[in-house]
Nanobody, 123 residues
Framework: QVQLVESGGGLVQAGGSLRLSCAASGLIFSTYGMGWLRQAPGKEREFVAA????????YYADSVKGRFTISRDNAKNTVYLQMNSLKPEDTAVYYC????????????????WGQGTQVTVSS
């Protein structure tokens, strides 16, 4: 059974940084494309960043390009989201998601989801 556990969320001031981690188990991690998505109160869940199963392809939402970086460590079965220059509008619950052999960023394609971690950016 695939399990995804996010960590690293918290409260940070605008302009600050956080690094989210997502530890995966129950899967052959290197064969899964991984993504980060977020959901703010009253809004739909939206795509943030993704990294393909081969690790060579990365994708970012326009709103986070140049500020966020997604990476993966297959030896640790972990995907990361480094978030810099955070803004109040980045406040949301951040979810990790996975899909086998996936290179893309369509949120509807992800088959496995974590429980989420709260990120709050104060102004």
């Amino acid at each position: 059974q695939v399990q995804l556990v996010e960590s690293g969320g918290g409260l940070v001031q605008a302009g600050g940084s956080l690094r989210l981690s997502c530890a995966a188990s129950g899967l052959i991690f290197s064969t899964y494309g991984m993504g980060w998505l977020r959901q703010a109160p009253g809004k739909e869940r939206e795509f943030v960043a993704a990294i393909g199963w081969s690790g060579g392809s990365t994708y970012y939402a326009d709103s986070v390009k140049g500020r966020f970086t997604i990476s993966r460590d297959n030896a640790k079965n972990t995907v990361y989201l480094q978030m810099n220059s955070l803004k109040p509008e980045d406040t949301a619950v951040y979810y990790c998601a996975a899909r086998k052999y996936y290179n893309g960023y369509d949120k509807s394609q992800y088959a496995n989801w974590g429980q989420g971690t709260q990120v709050t950016v104060s102004s």
